[in-house]
């Protein structure tokens, strides 16, 4: 072996002592970075060159072949899986928290008191059906009805609203997150066809996908060329290659099937139905969608009914009855229709404006009948709602406890997810994090390895020189 093949041995472990020492660095300096990927480098040997010693032959040194980025894909779809549903879930119950406080009577008088402070008004006339201070009581109990049914119907309504806005938010920034993907596919492609190793824009266009895969379910898929290509599951491509399609919100009428007039209806361009609004699940935008299109739907709509319910139901007896000066005809409330009865419900503008005009008696000219006060009060107890299956208390009850529920469950299913992002960061952590005190052991090994490797190059050139030295002599 020649002298200047030992030195190029020397100088190859410089090289990968180099490289170590780089990397480990940038291990370390990336070591709280969110997504990052430990980096190791991968060396093989020279392939041994031929010798003038026999049929021996000796190695040639090492060389770098690539620096590798430790990680799990199926760890790392996994994690992509729990942050979604954990989204989902987060949002969903945000939006349950926000409409059972709307519900919440602890701090006074709601829906369920005023109802059965109505009812009672009526009964307590039935004792003096010509009181007139008996009377006024029950108007202004019909009032705070009223009103009770209007606060809650607007803020309900304001929920909603605020869900929209956040739905319209979610769009623009997973749209955002989607270039981000489309573009990162770009770089990479680039950079692996100059034999670069991408590893850092690997880890952040993972990172980019796992915020992205938040808002909805996405299925994912690996390209010939290196790029990530994700699908919106049951609607279509989300990003191909180096191109991201756009999902937009668009204020439409009613659809039908829970979204309403003037609220955003989602679209993609790379759909061929357009309109995707509900086809979109999971995540951030799913979770949204739902609160949104169902849940606050069926809330409005039950309230509806029950207003309804208790504005014909009084309106059909009151109107059949009689007050002291023999007017009979005479509607408590308003009439109303079933949709949007909740937040029109109001009582009649005749009795509104003179409360002796309540009805009382069943017949004219009947002084101390009480028979239409006292049905009136009746209602209460009686099954006039969910097809004459429940009560109004009930039906109201039904409300609250349904939200609660759903309420319940939501919180239950977002602790568990939150242990499973939890328990998978972990996995994570221990095969792609970065230890501190593990690089800083391979950099007191890389920078011995360079000393040794200088010291070769060191003692091939005193070899040298002893042979120059020799042929002077």
């Known amino acids: ?46 392939l041994p060159g031929s010798s003038s010693f026999g049929h021996n032959f ?37 939006a349950l928290s926000q409409i059972e406080e709307v519900f919440n009577e602890m701090g006074g008088d709601g829906l369920n008191r005023m109802v059965s402070k109505f009812f009672n008004e009526f009964r307590q006339l039935s004792t003096g059906p010509e009181n007139i201070g008996l009377k006024s009581a029950v108007r202004e109990a019909g009032q705070s009805l009223t009103h009770e049914f209007h606060r809650l119907q607007k803020q309900i309504v304001e929920i909603r609203e605020h869900l929209d806005s956040r739905i ?24 692996e066809s100059n034999n670069g190793p991408p590893n850092d824009l690997l880890d952040k266009r993972d990172s ?22 994700l699908d919106i599951r049951g609607v279509g491509p989300l990003v191909a290659g180096s191109r991201s399609e756009t999902i937009q919100g668009i204020r439409t009428l009613s659809d039908g099937q829970g979204k309403e007039d003037g609220m955003l209806d989602i679209s993609s361009s790379g759909s061929v139905h357009g309109r995707i609004t509900h086809q979109i699940q999971g995540g951030k935008l799913g979770a949204l969608l739902e609160a949104r299109d169902q849940v606050i739907s069926s809330v409005l709509g039950r309230l509806d009914e029950m207003a309804f319910a208790v504005a014909q139901s009084v309106n059909e007896i009151h109107s059949q009855g009689y007050n ?50 006292l049905a009136i009060s009746g209602l209460q107890a009686q099954k006039i709602l ?33 242990d499973i ?11 792609s994090g970065v230890s501190v005190d593990e690089e800083t052991t391979r950099l007191l090994e890389f920078q011995h390895t360079f000393e040794a490797s200088a010291k070769i190059i060191q003692l091939a050139d005193e070899m040298f020189k002893t042979i120059l030295s020799l042929k002077r002599d």
């Open 386 to 418: 969910g097809d004459d299956h429940s009560t109004i208390d009930e039906w109201y009850n039904s409300i609250v406890s349904d939200i609660g529920s759903q309420s319940s469950h939501t919180q239950f299913a977002l602790s568990r997810e939150r």
């Open 1 to 46: 072996m020649a002298i200047s093949n030992i030195s190029q041995i020397g100088q190859s472990g410089l090289k990968a002592a180099k490289a170590g020492i780089a990397t480990a660095g940038h291990n370390i300096a990336n070591a709280s970075t969110e997504g990052y990927s430990r980096q190791r480098v991968i060396t093989d040997p020279t």
């Open 421 to 431: 992002v939890t328990q998978l960061g972990r996995v994570r952590d221990q095969i």
């Open 168 to 191: 319209q938010t979610s769009v623009a920034e997973a749209n955002a997150l989607a270039k981000d993907v489309a573009e990162l596919n770009d770089k990479i492609r680039l950079q």
């Open 324 to 373: 002291q000066s023999g007017i009979t005809g005479v509607d408590f409330f308003e009439p109303v229709e079933l949709k949007g009865a909740s937040g029109s419900i109001q009582i009649s503008d005749e009795i509104l404006s003179d409360a002796s005009r309540i009805a009382t008696a069943a017949e004219p000219d009947s002084p101390g009948d009480n028979r239409i006060a």
């Open 58 to 94: 000796f190695g040639n040194g090492t060389e770098v072949s690539r620096v590798e980025r430790v990680n799990d894909e199926f760890v790392e779809k996994q994690i992509r899986n729990s942050n979604r549903e954990l989204s989902h879930f987060e949002e969903k119950s945000m």
């Open 208 to 229: 980019v996908i796992k915020k992205l895969s938040a808002y909805m379910e996405l299925s994912a898929f690996k390209d010939n060329s290196g790029g990530v290509n």
